[in-house]
T-cell receptor
Framework: GQQLNQSPQSMFIQEGEDVSMNCTSS?????WLWYKQDPGEGPVLLIA?????ELTSNGRLTAQFGITRKDSFLNISASIPSDVGIYFC???????????FGAGTTVTVRA | SQTIHQWPATLVQPVGSPLSLECTVE??????LYWYRQAAGRGLQLLFY??????ISSEVPQNLSASRPQDRQFILSSKKLLLSDSGFYLC??????????FGPGTRLTVL
């Protein structure tokens, strides 16, 4: 599928700080998904978004489906050491079986 | 609840040898199934997907093939491995909400 533009590529943050990352696309998506991948493991689904403007939380994570349907962001509040990992965004267009993925944001937390 | 299994977890194979990676899903029926490859520190590359038994769509022309002999079984194969086939192989399935869930992955090293 088409590659999404995900930024930043990496970030070093202090424990307790808030983190924000986003994905943009030239195409309209019907679904936005956010995943976290730990080293040597498969990505784990964090949040799924289905409607433009939708804001969804999962614990300290909050994600939004952009109103234009071409972007999404993920916020992590009060980061902790276990937030370390690679975060991927993914989007799906209507009637498409495939997901388009961002290249990932690598998060490293300084204790 | 649904679970997805992959085996083997790790594999070291010589160049020119055959390959067979297996993925099975439990707790659901007629899932869409996917094979991805992830190079070290890189994003996810879709290799194949299947919307039903015997139905395989190839995304990237290469040295690999896929088969779906049963509803919840997806197999990735090669007749002769290349060095460039090394990577982390991930199987995934989608539910009726088009949320995609990944397996634990297989780390393949071709020497």
């Amino acid at each position: 599928g088409q590659q999404l533009n995900q930024s930043p590529q990496s970030m070093f943050i202090q424990e307790g700080e808030d983190v924000s990352m986003n994905c943009t696309s030239s195409s309209i998506f019907n679904t936005w998904l956010w995943y976290k991948q730990d080293p040597g493991e498969g990505p784990v689904l964090l949040i799924a978004l289905y409607k433009a403007g939708e804001l969804t939380s999962n614990g300290r994570l909050t994600a939004q489906f952009g109103i234009t349907r071409k972007d999404s962001f993920l916020n992590i509040s009060a980061s902790i050491p276990s937030d370390v990992g690679i975060y991927f965004c993914a989007g799906q267009r209507m009637d498409d079986y495939k997901l388009s993925f961002g290249a990932g944001t690598t998060v490293t937390v300084r204790a | 609840s649904q679970t997805i299994h992959q085996w083997p977890a790790t594999l070291v194979q010589p160049v020119g040898s055959p390959l067979s990676l297996e993925c099975t899903v439990e707790g659901t029926s007629n899932p869409n199934l996917y094979w991805y490859r992830q190079a070290a520190g890189r994003g996810l590359q879709l290799l194949f997907y299947s919307v039903g038994i015997g139905q395989i769509s190839s995304e990237v022309p290469q040295n690999l093939s896929a088969s779906r002999p049963q509803d919840r079984q997806f197999i990735l194969s090669s007749k002769k491995l290349l060095l460039s086939d090394s990577g982390f192989y991930l199987c995934a399935w989608t539910d009726q909400l088009d949320e995609q869930f990944f397996g634990p992955g297989t780390r393949l090293t071709v020497l």
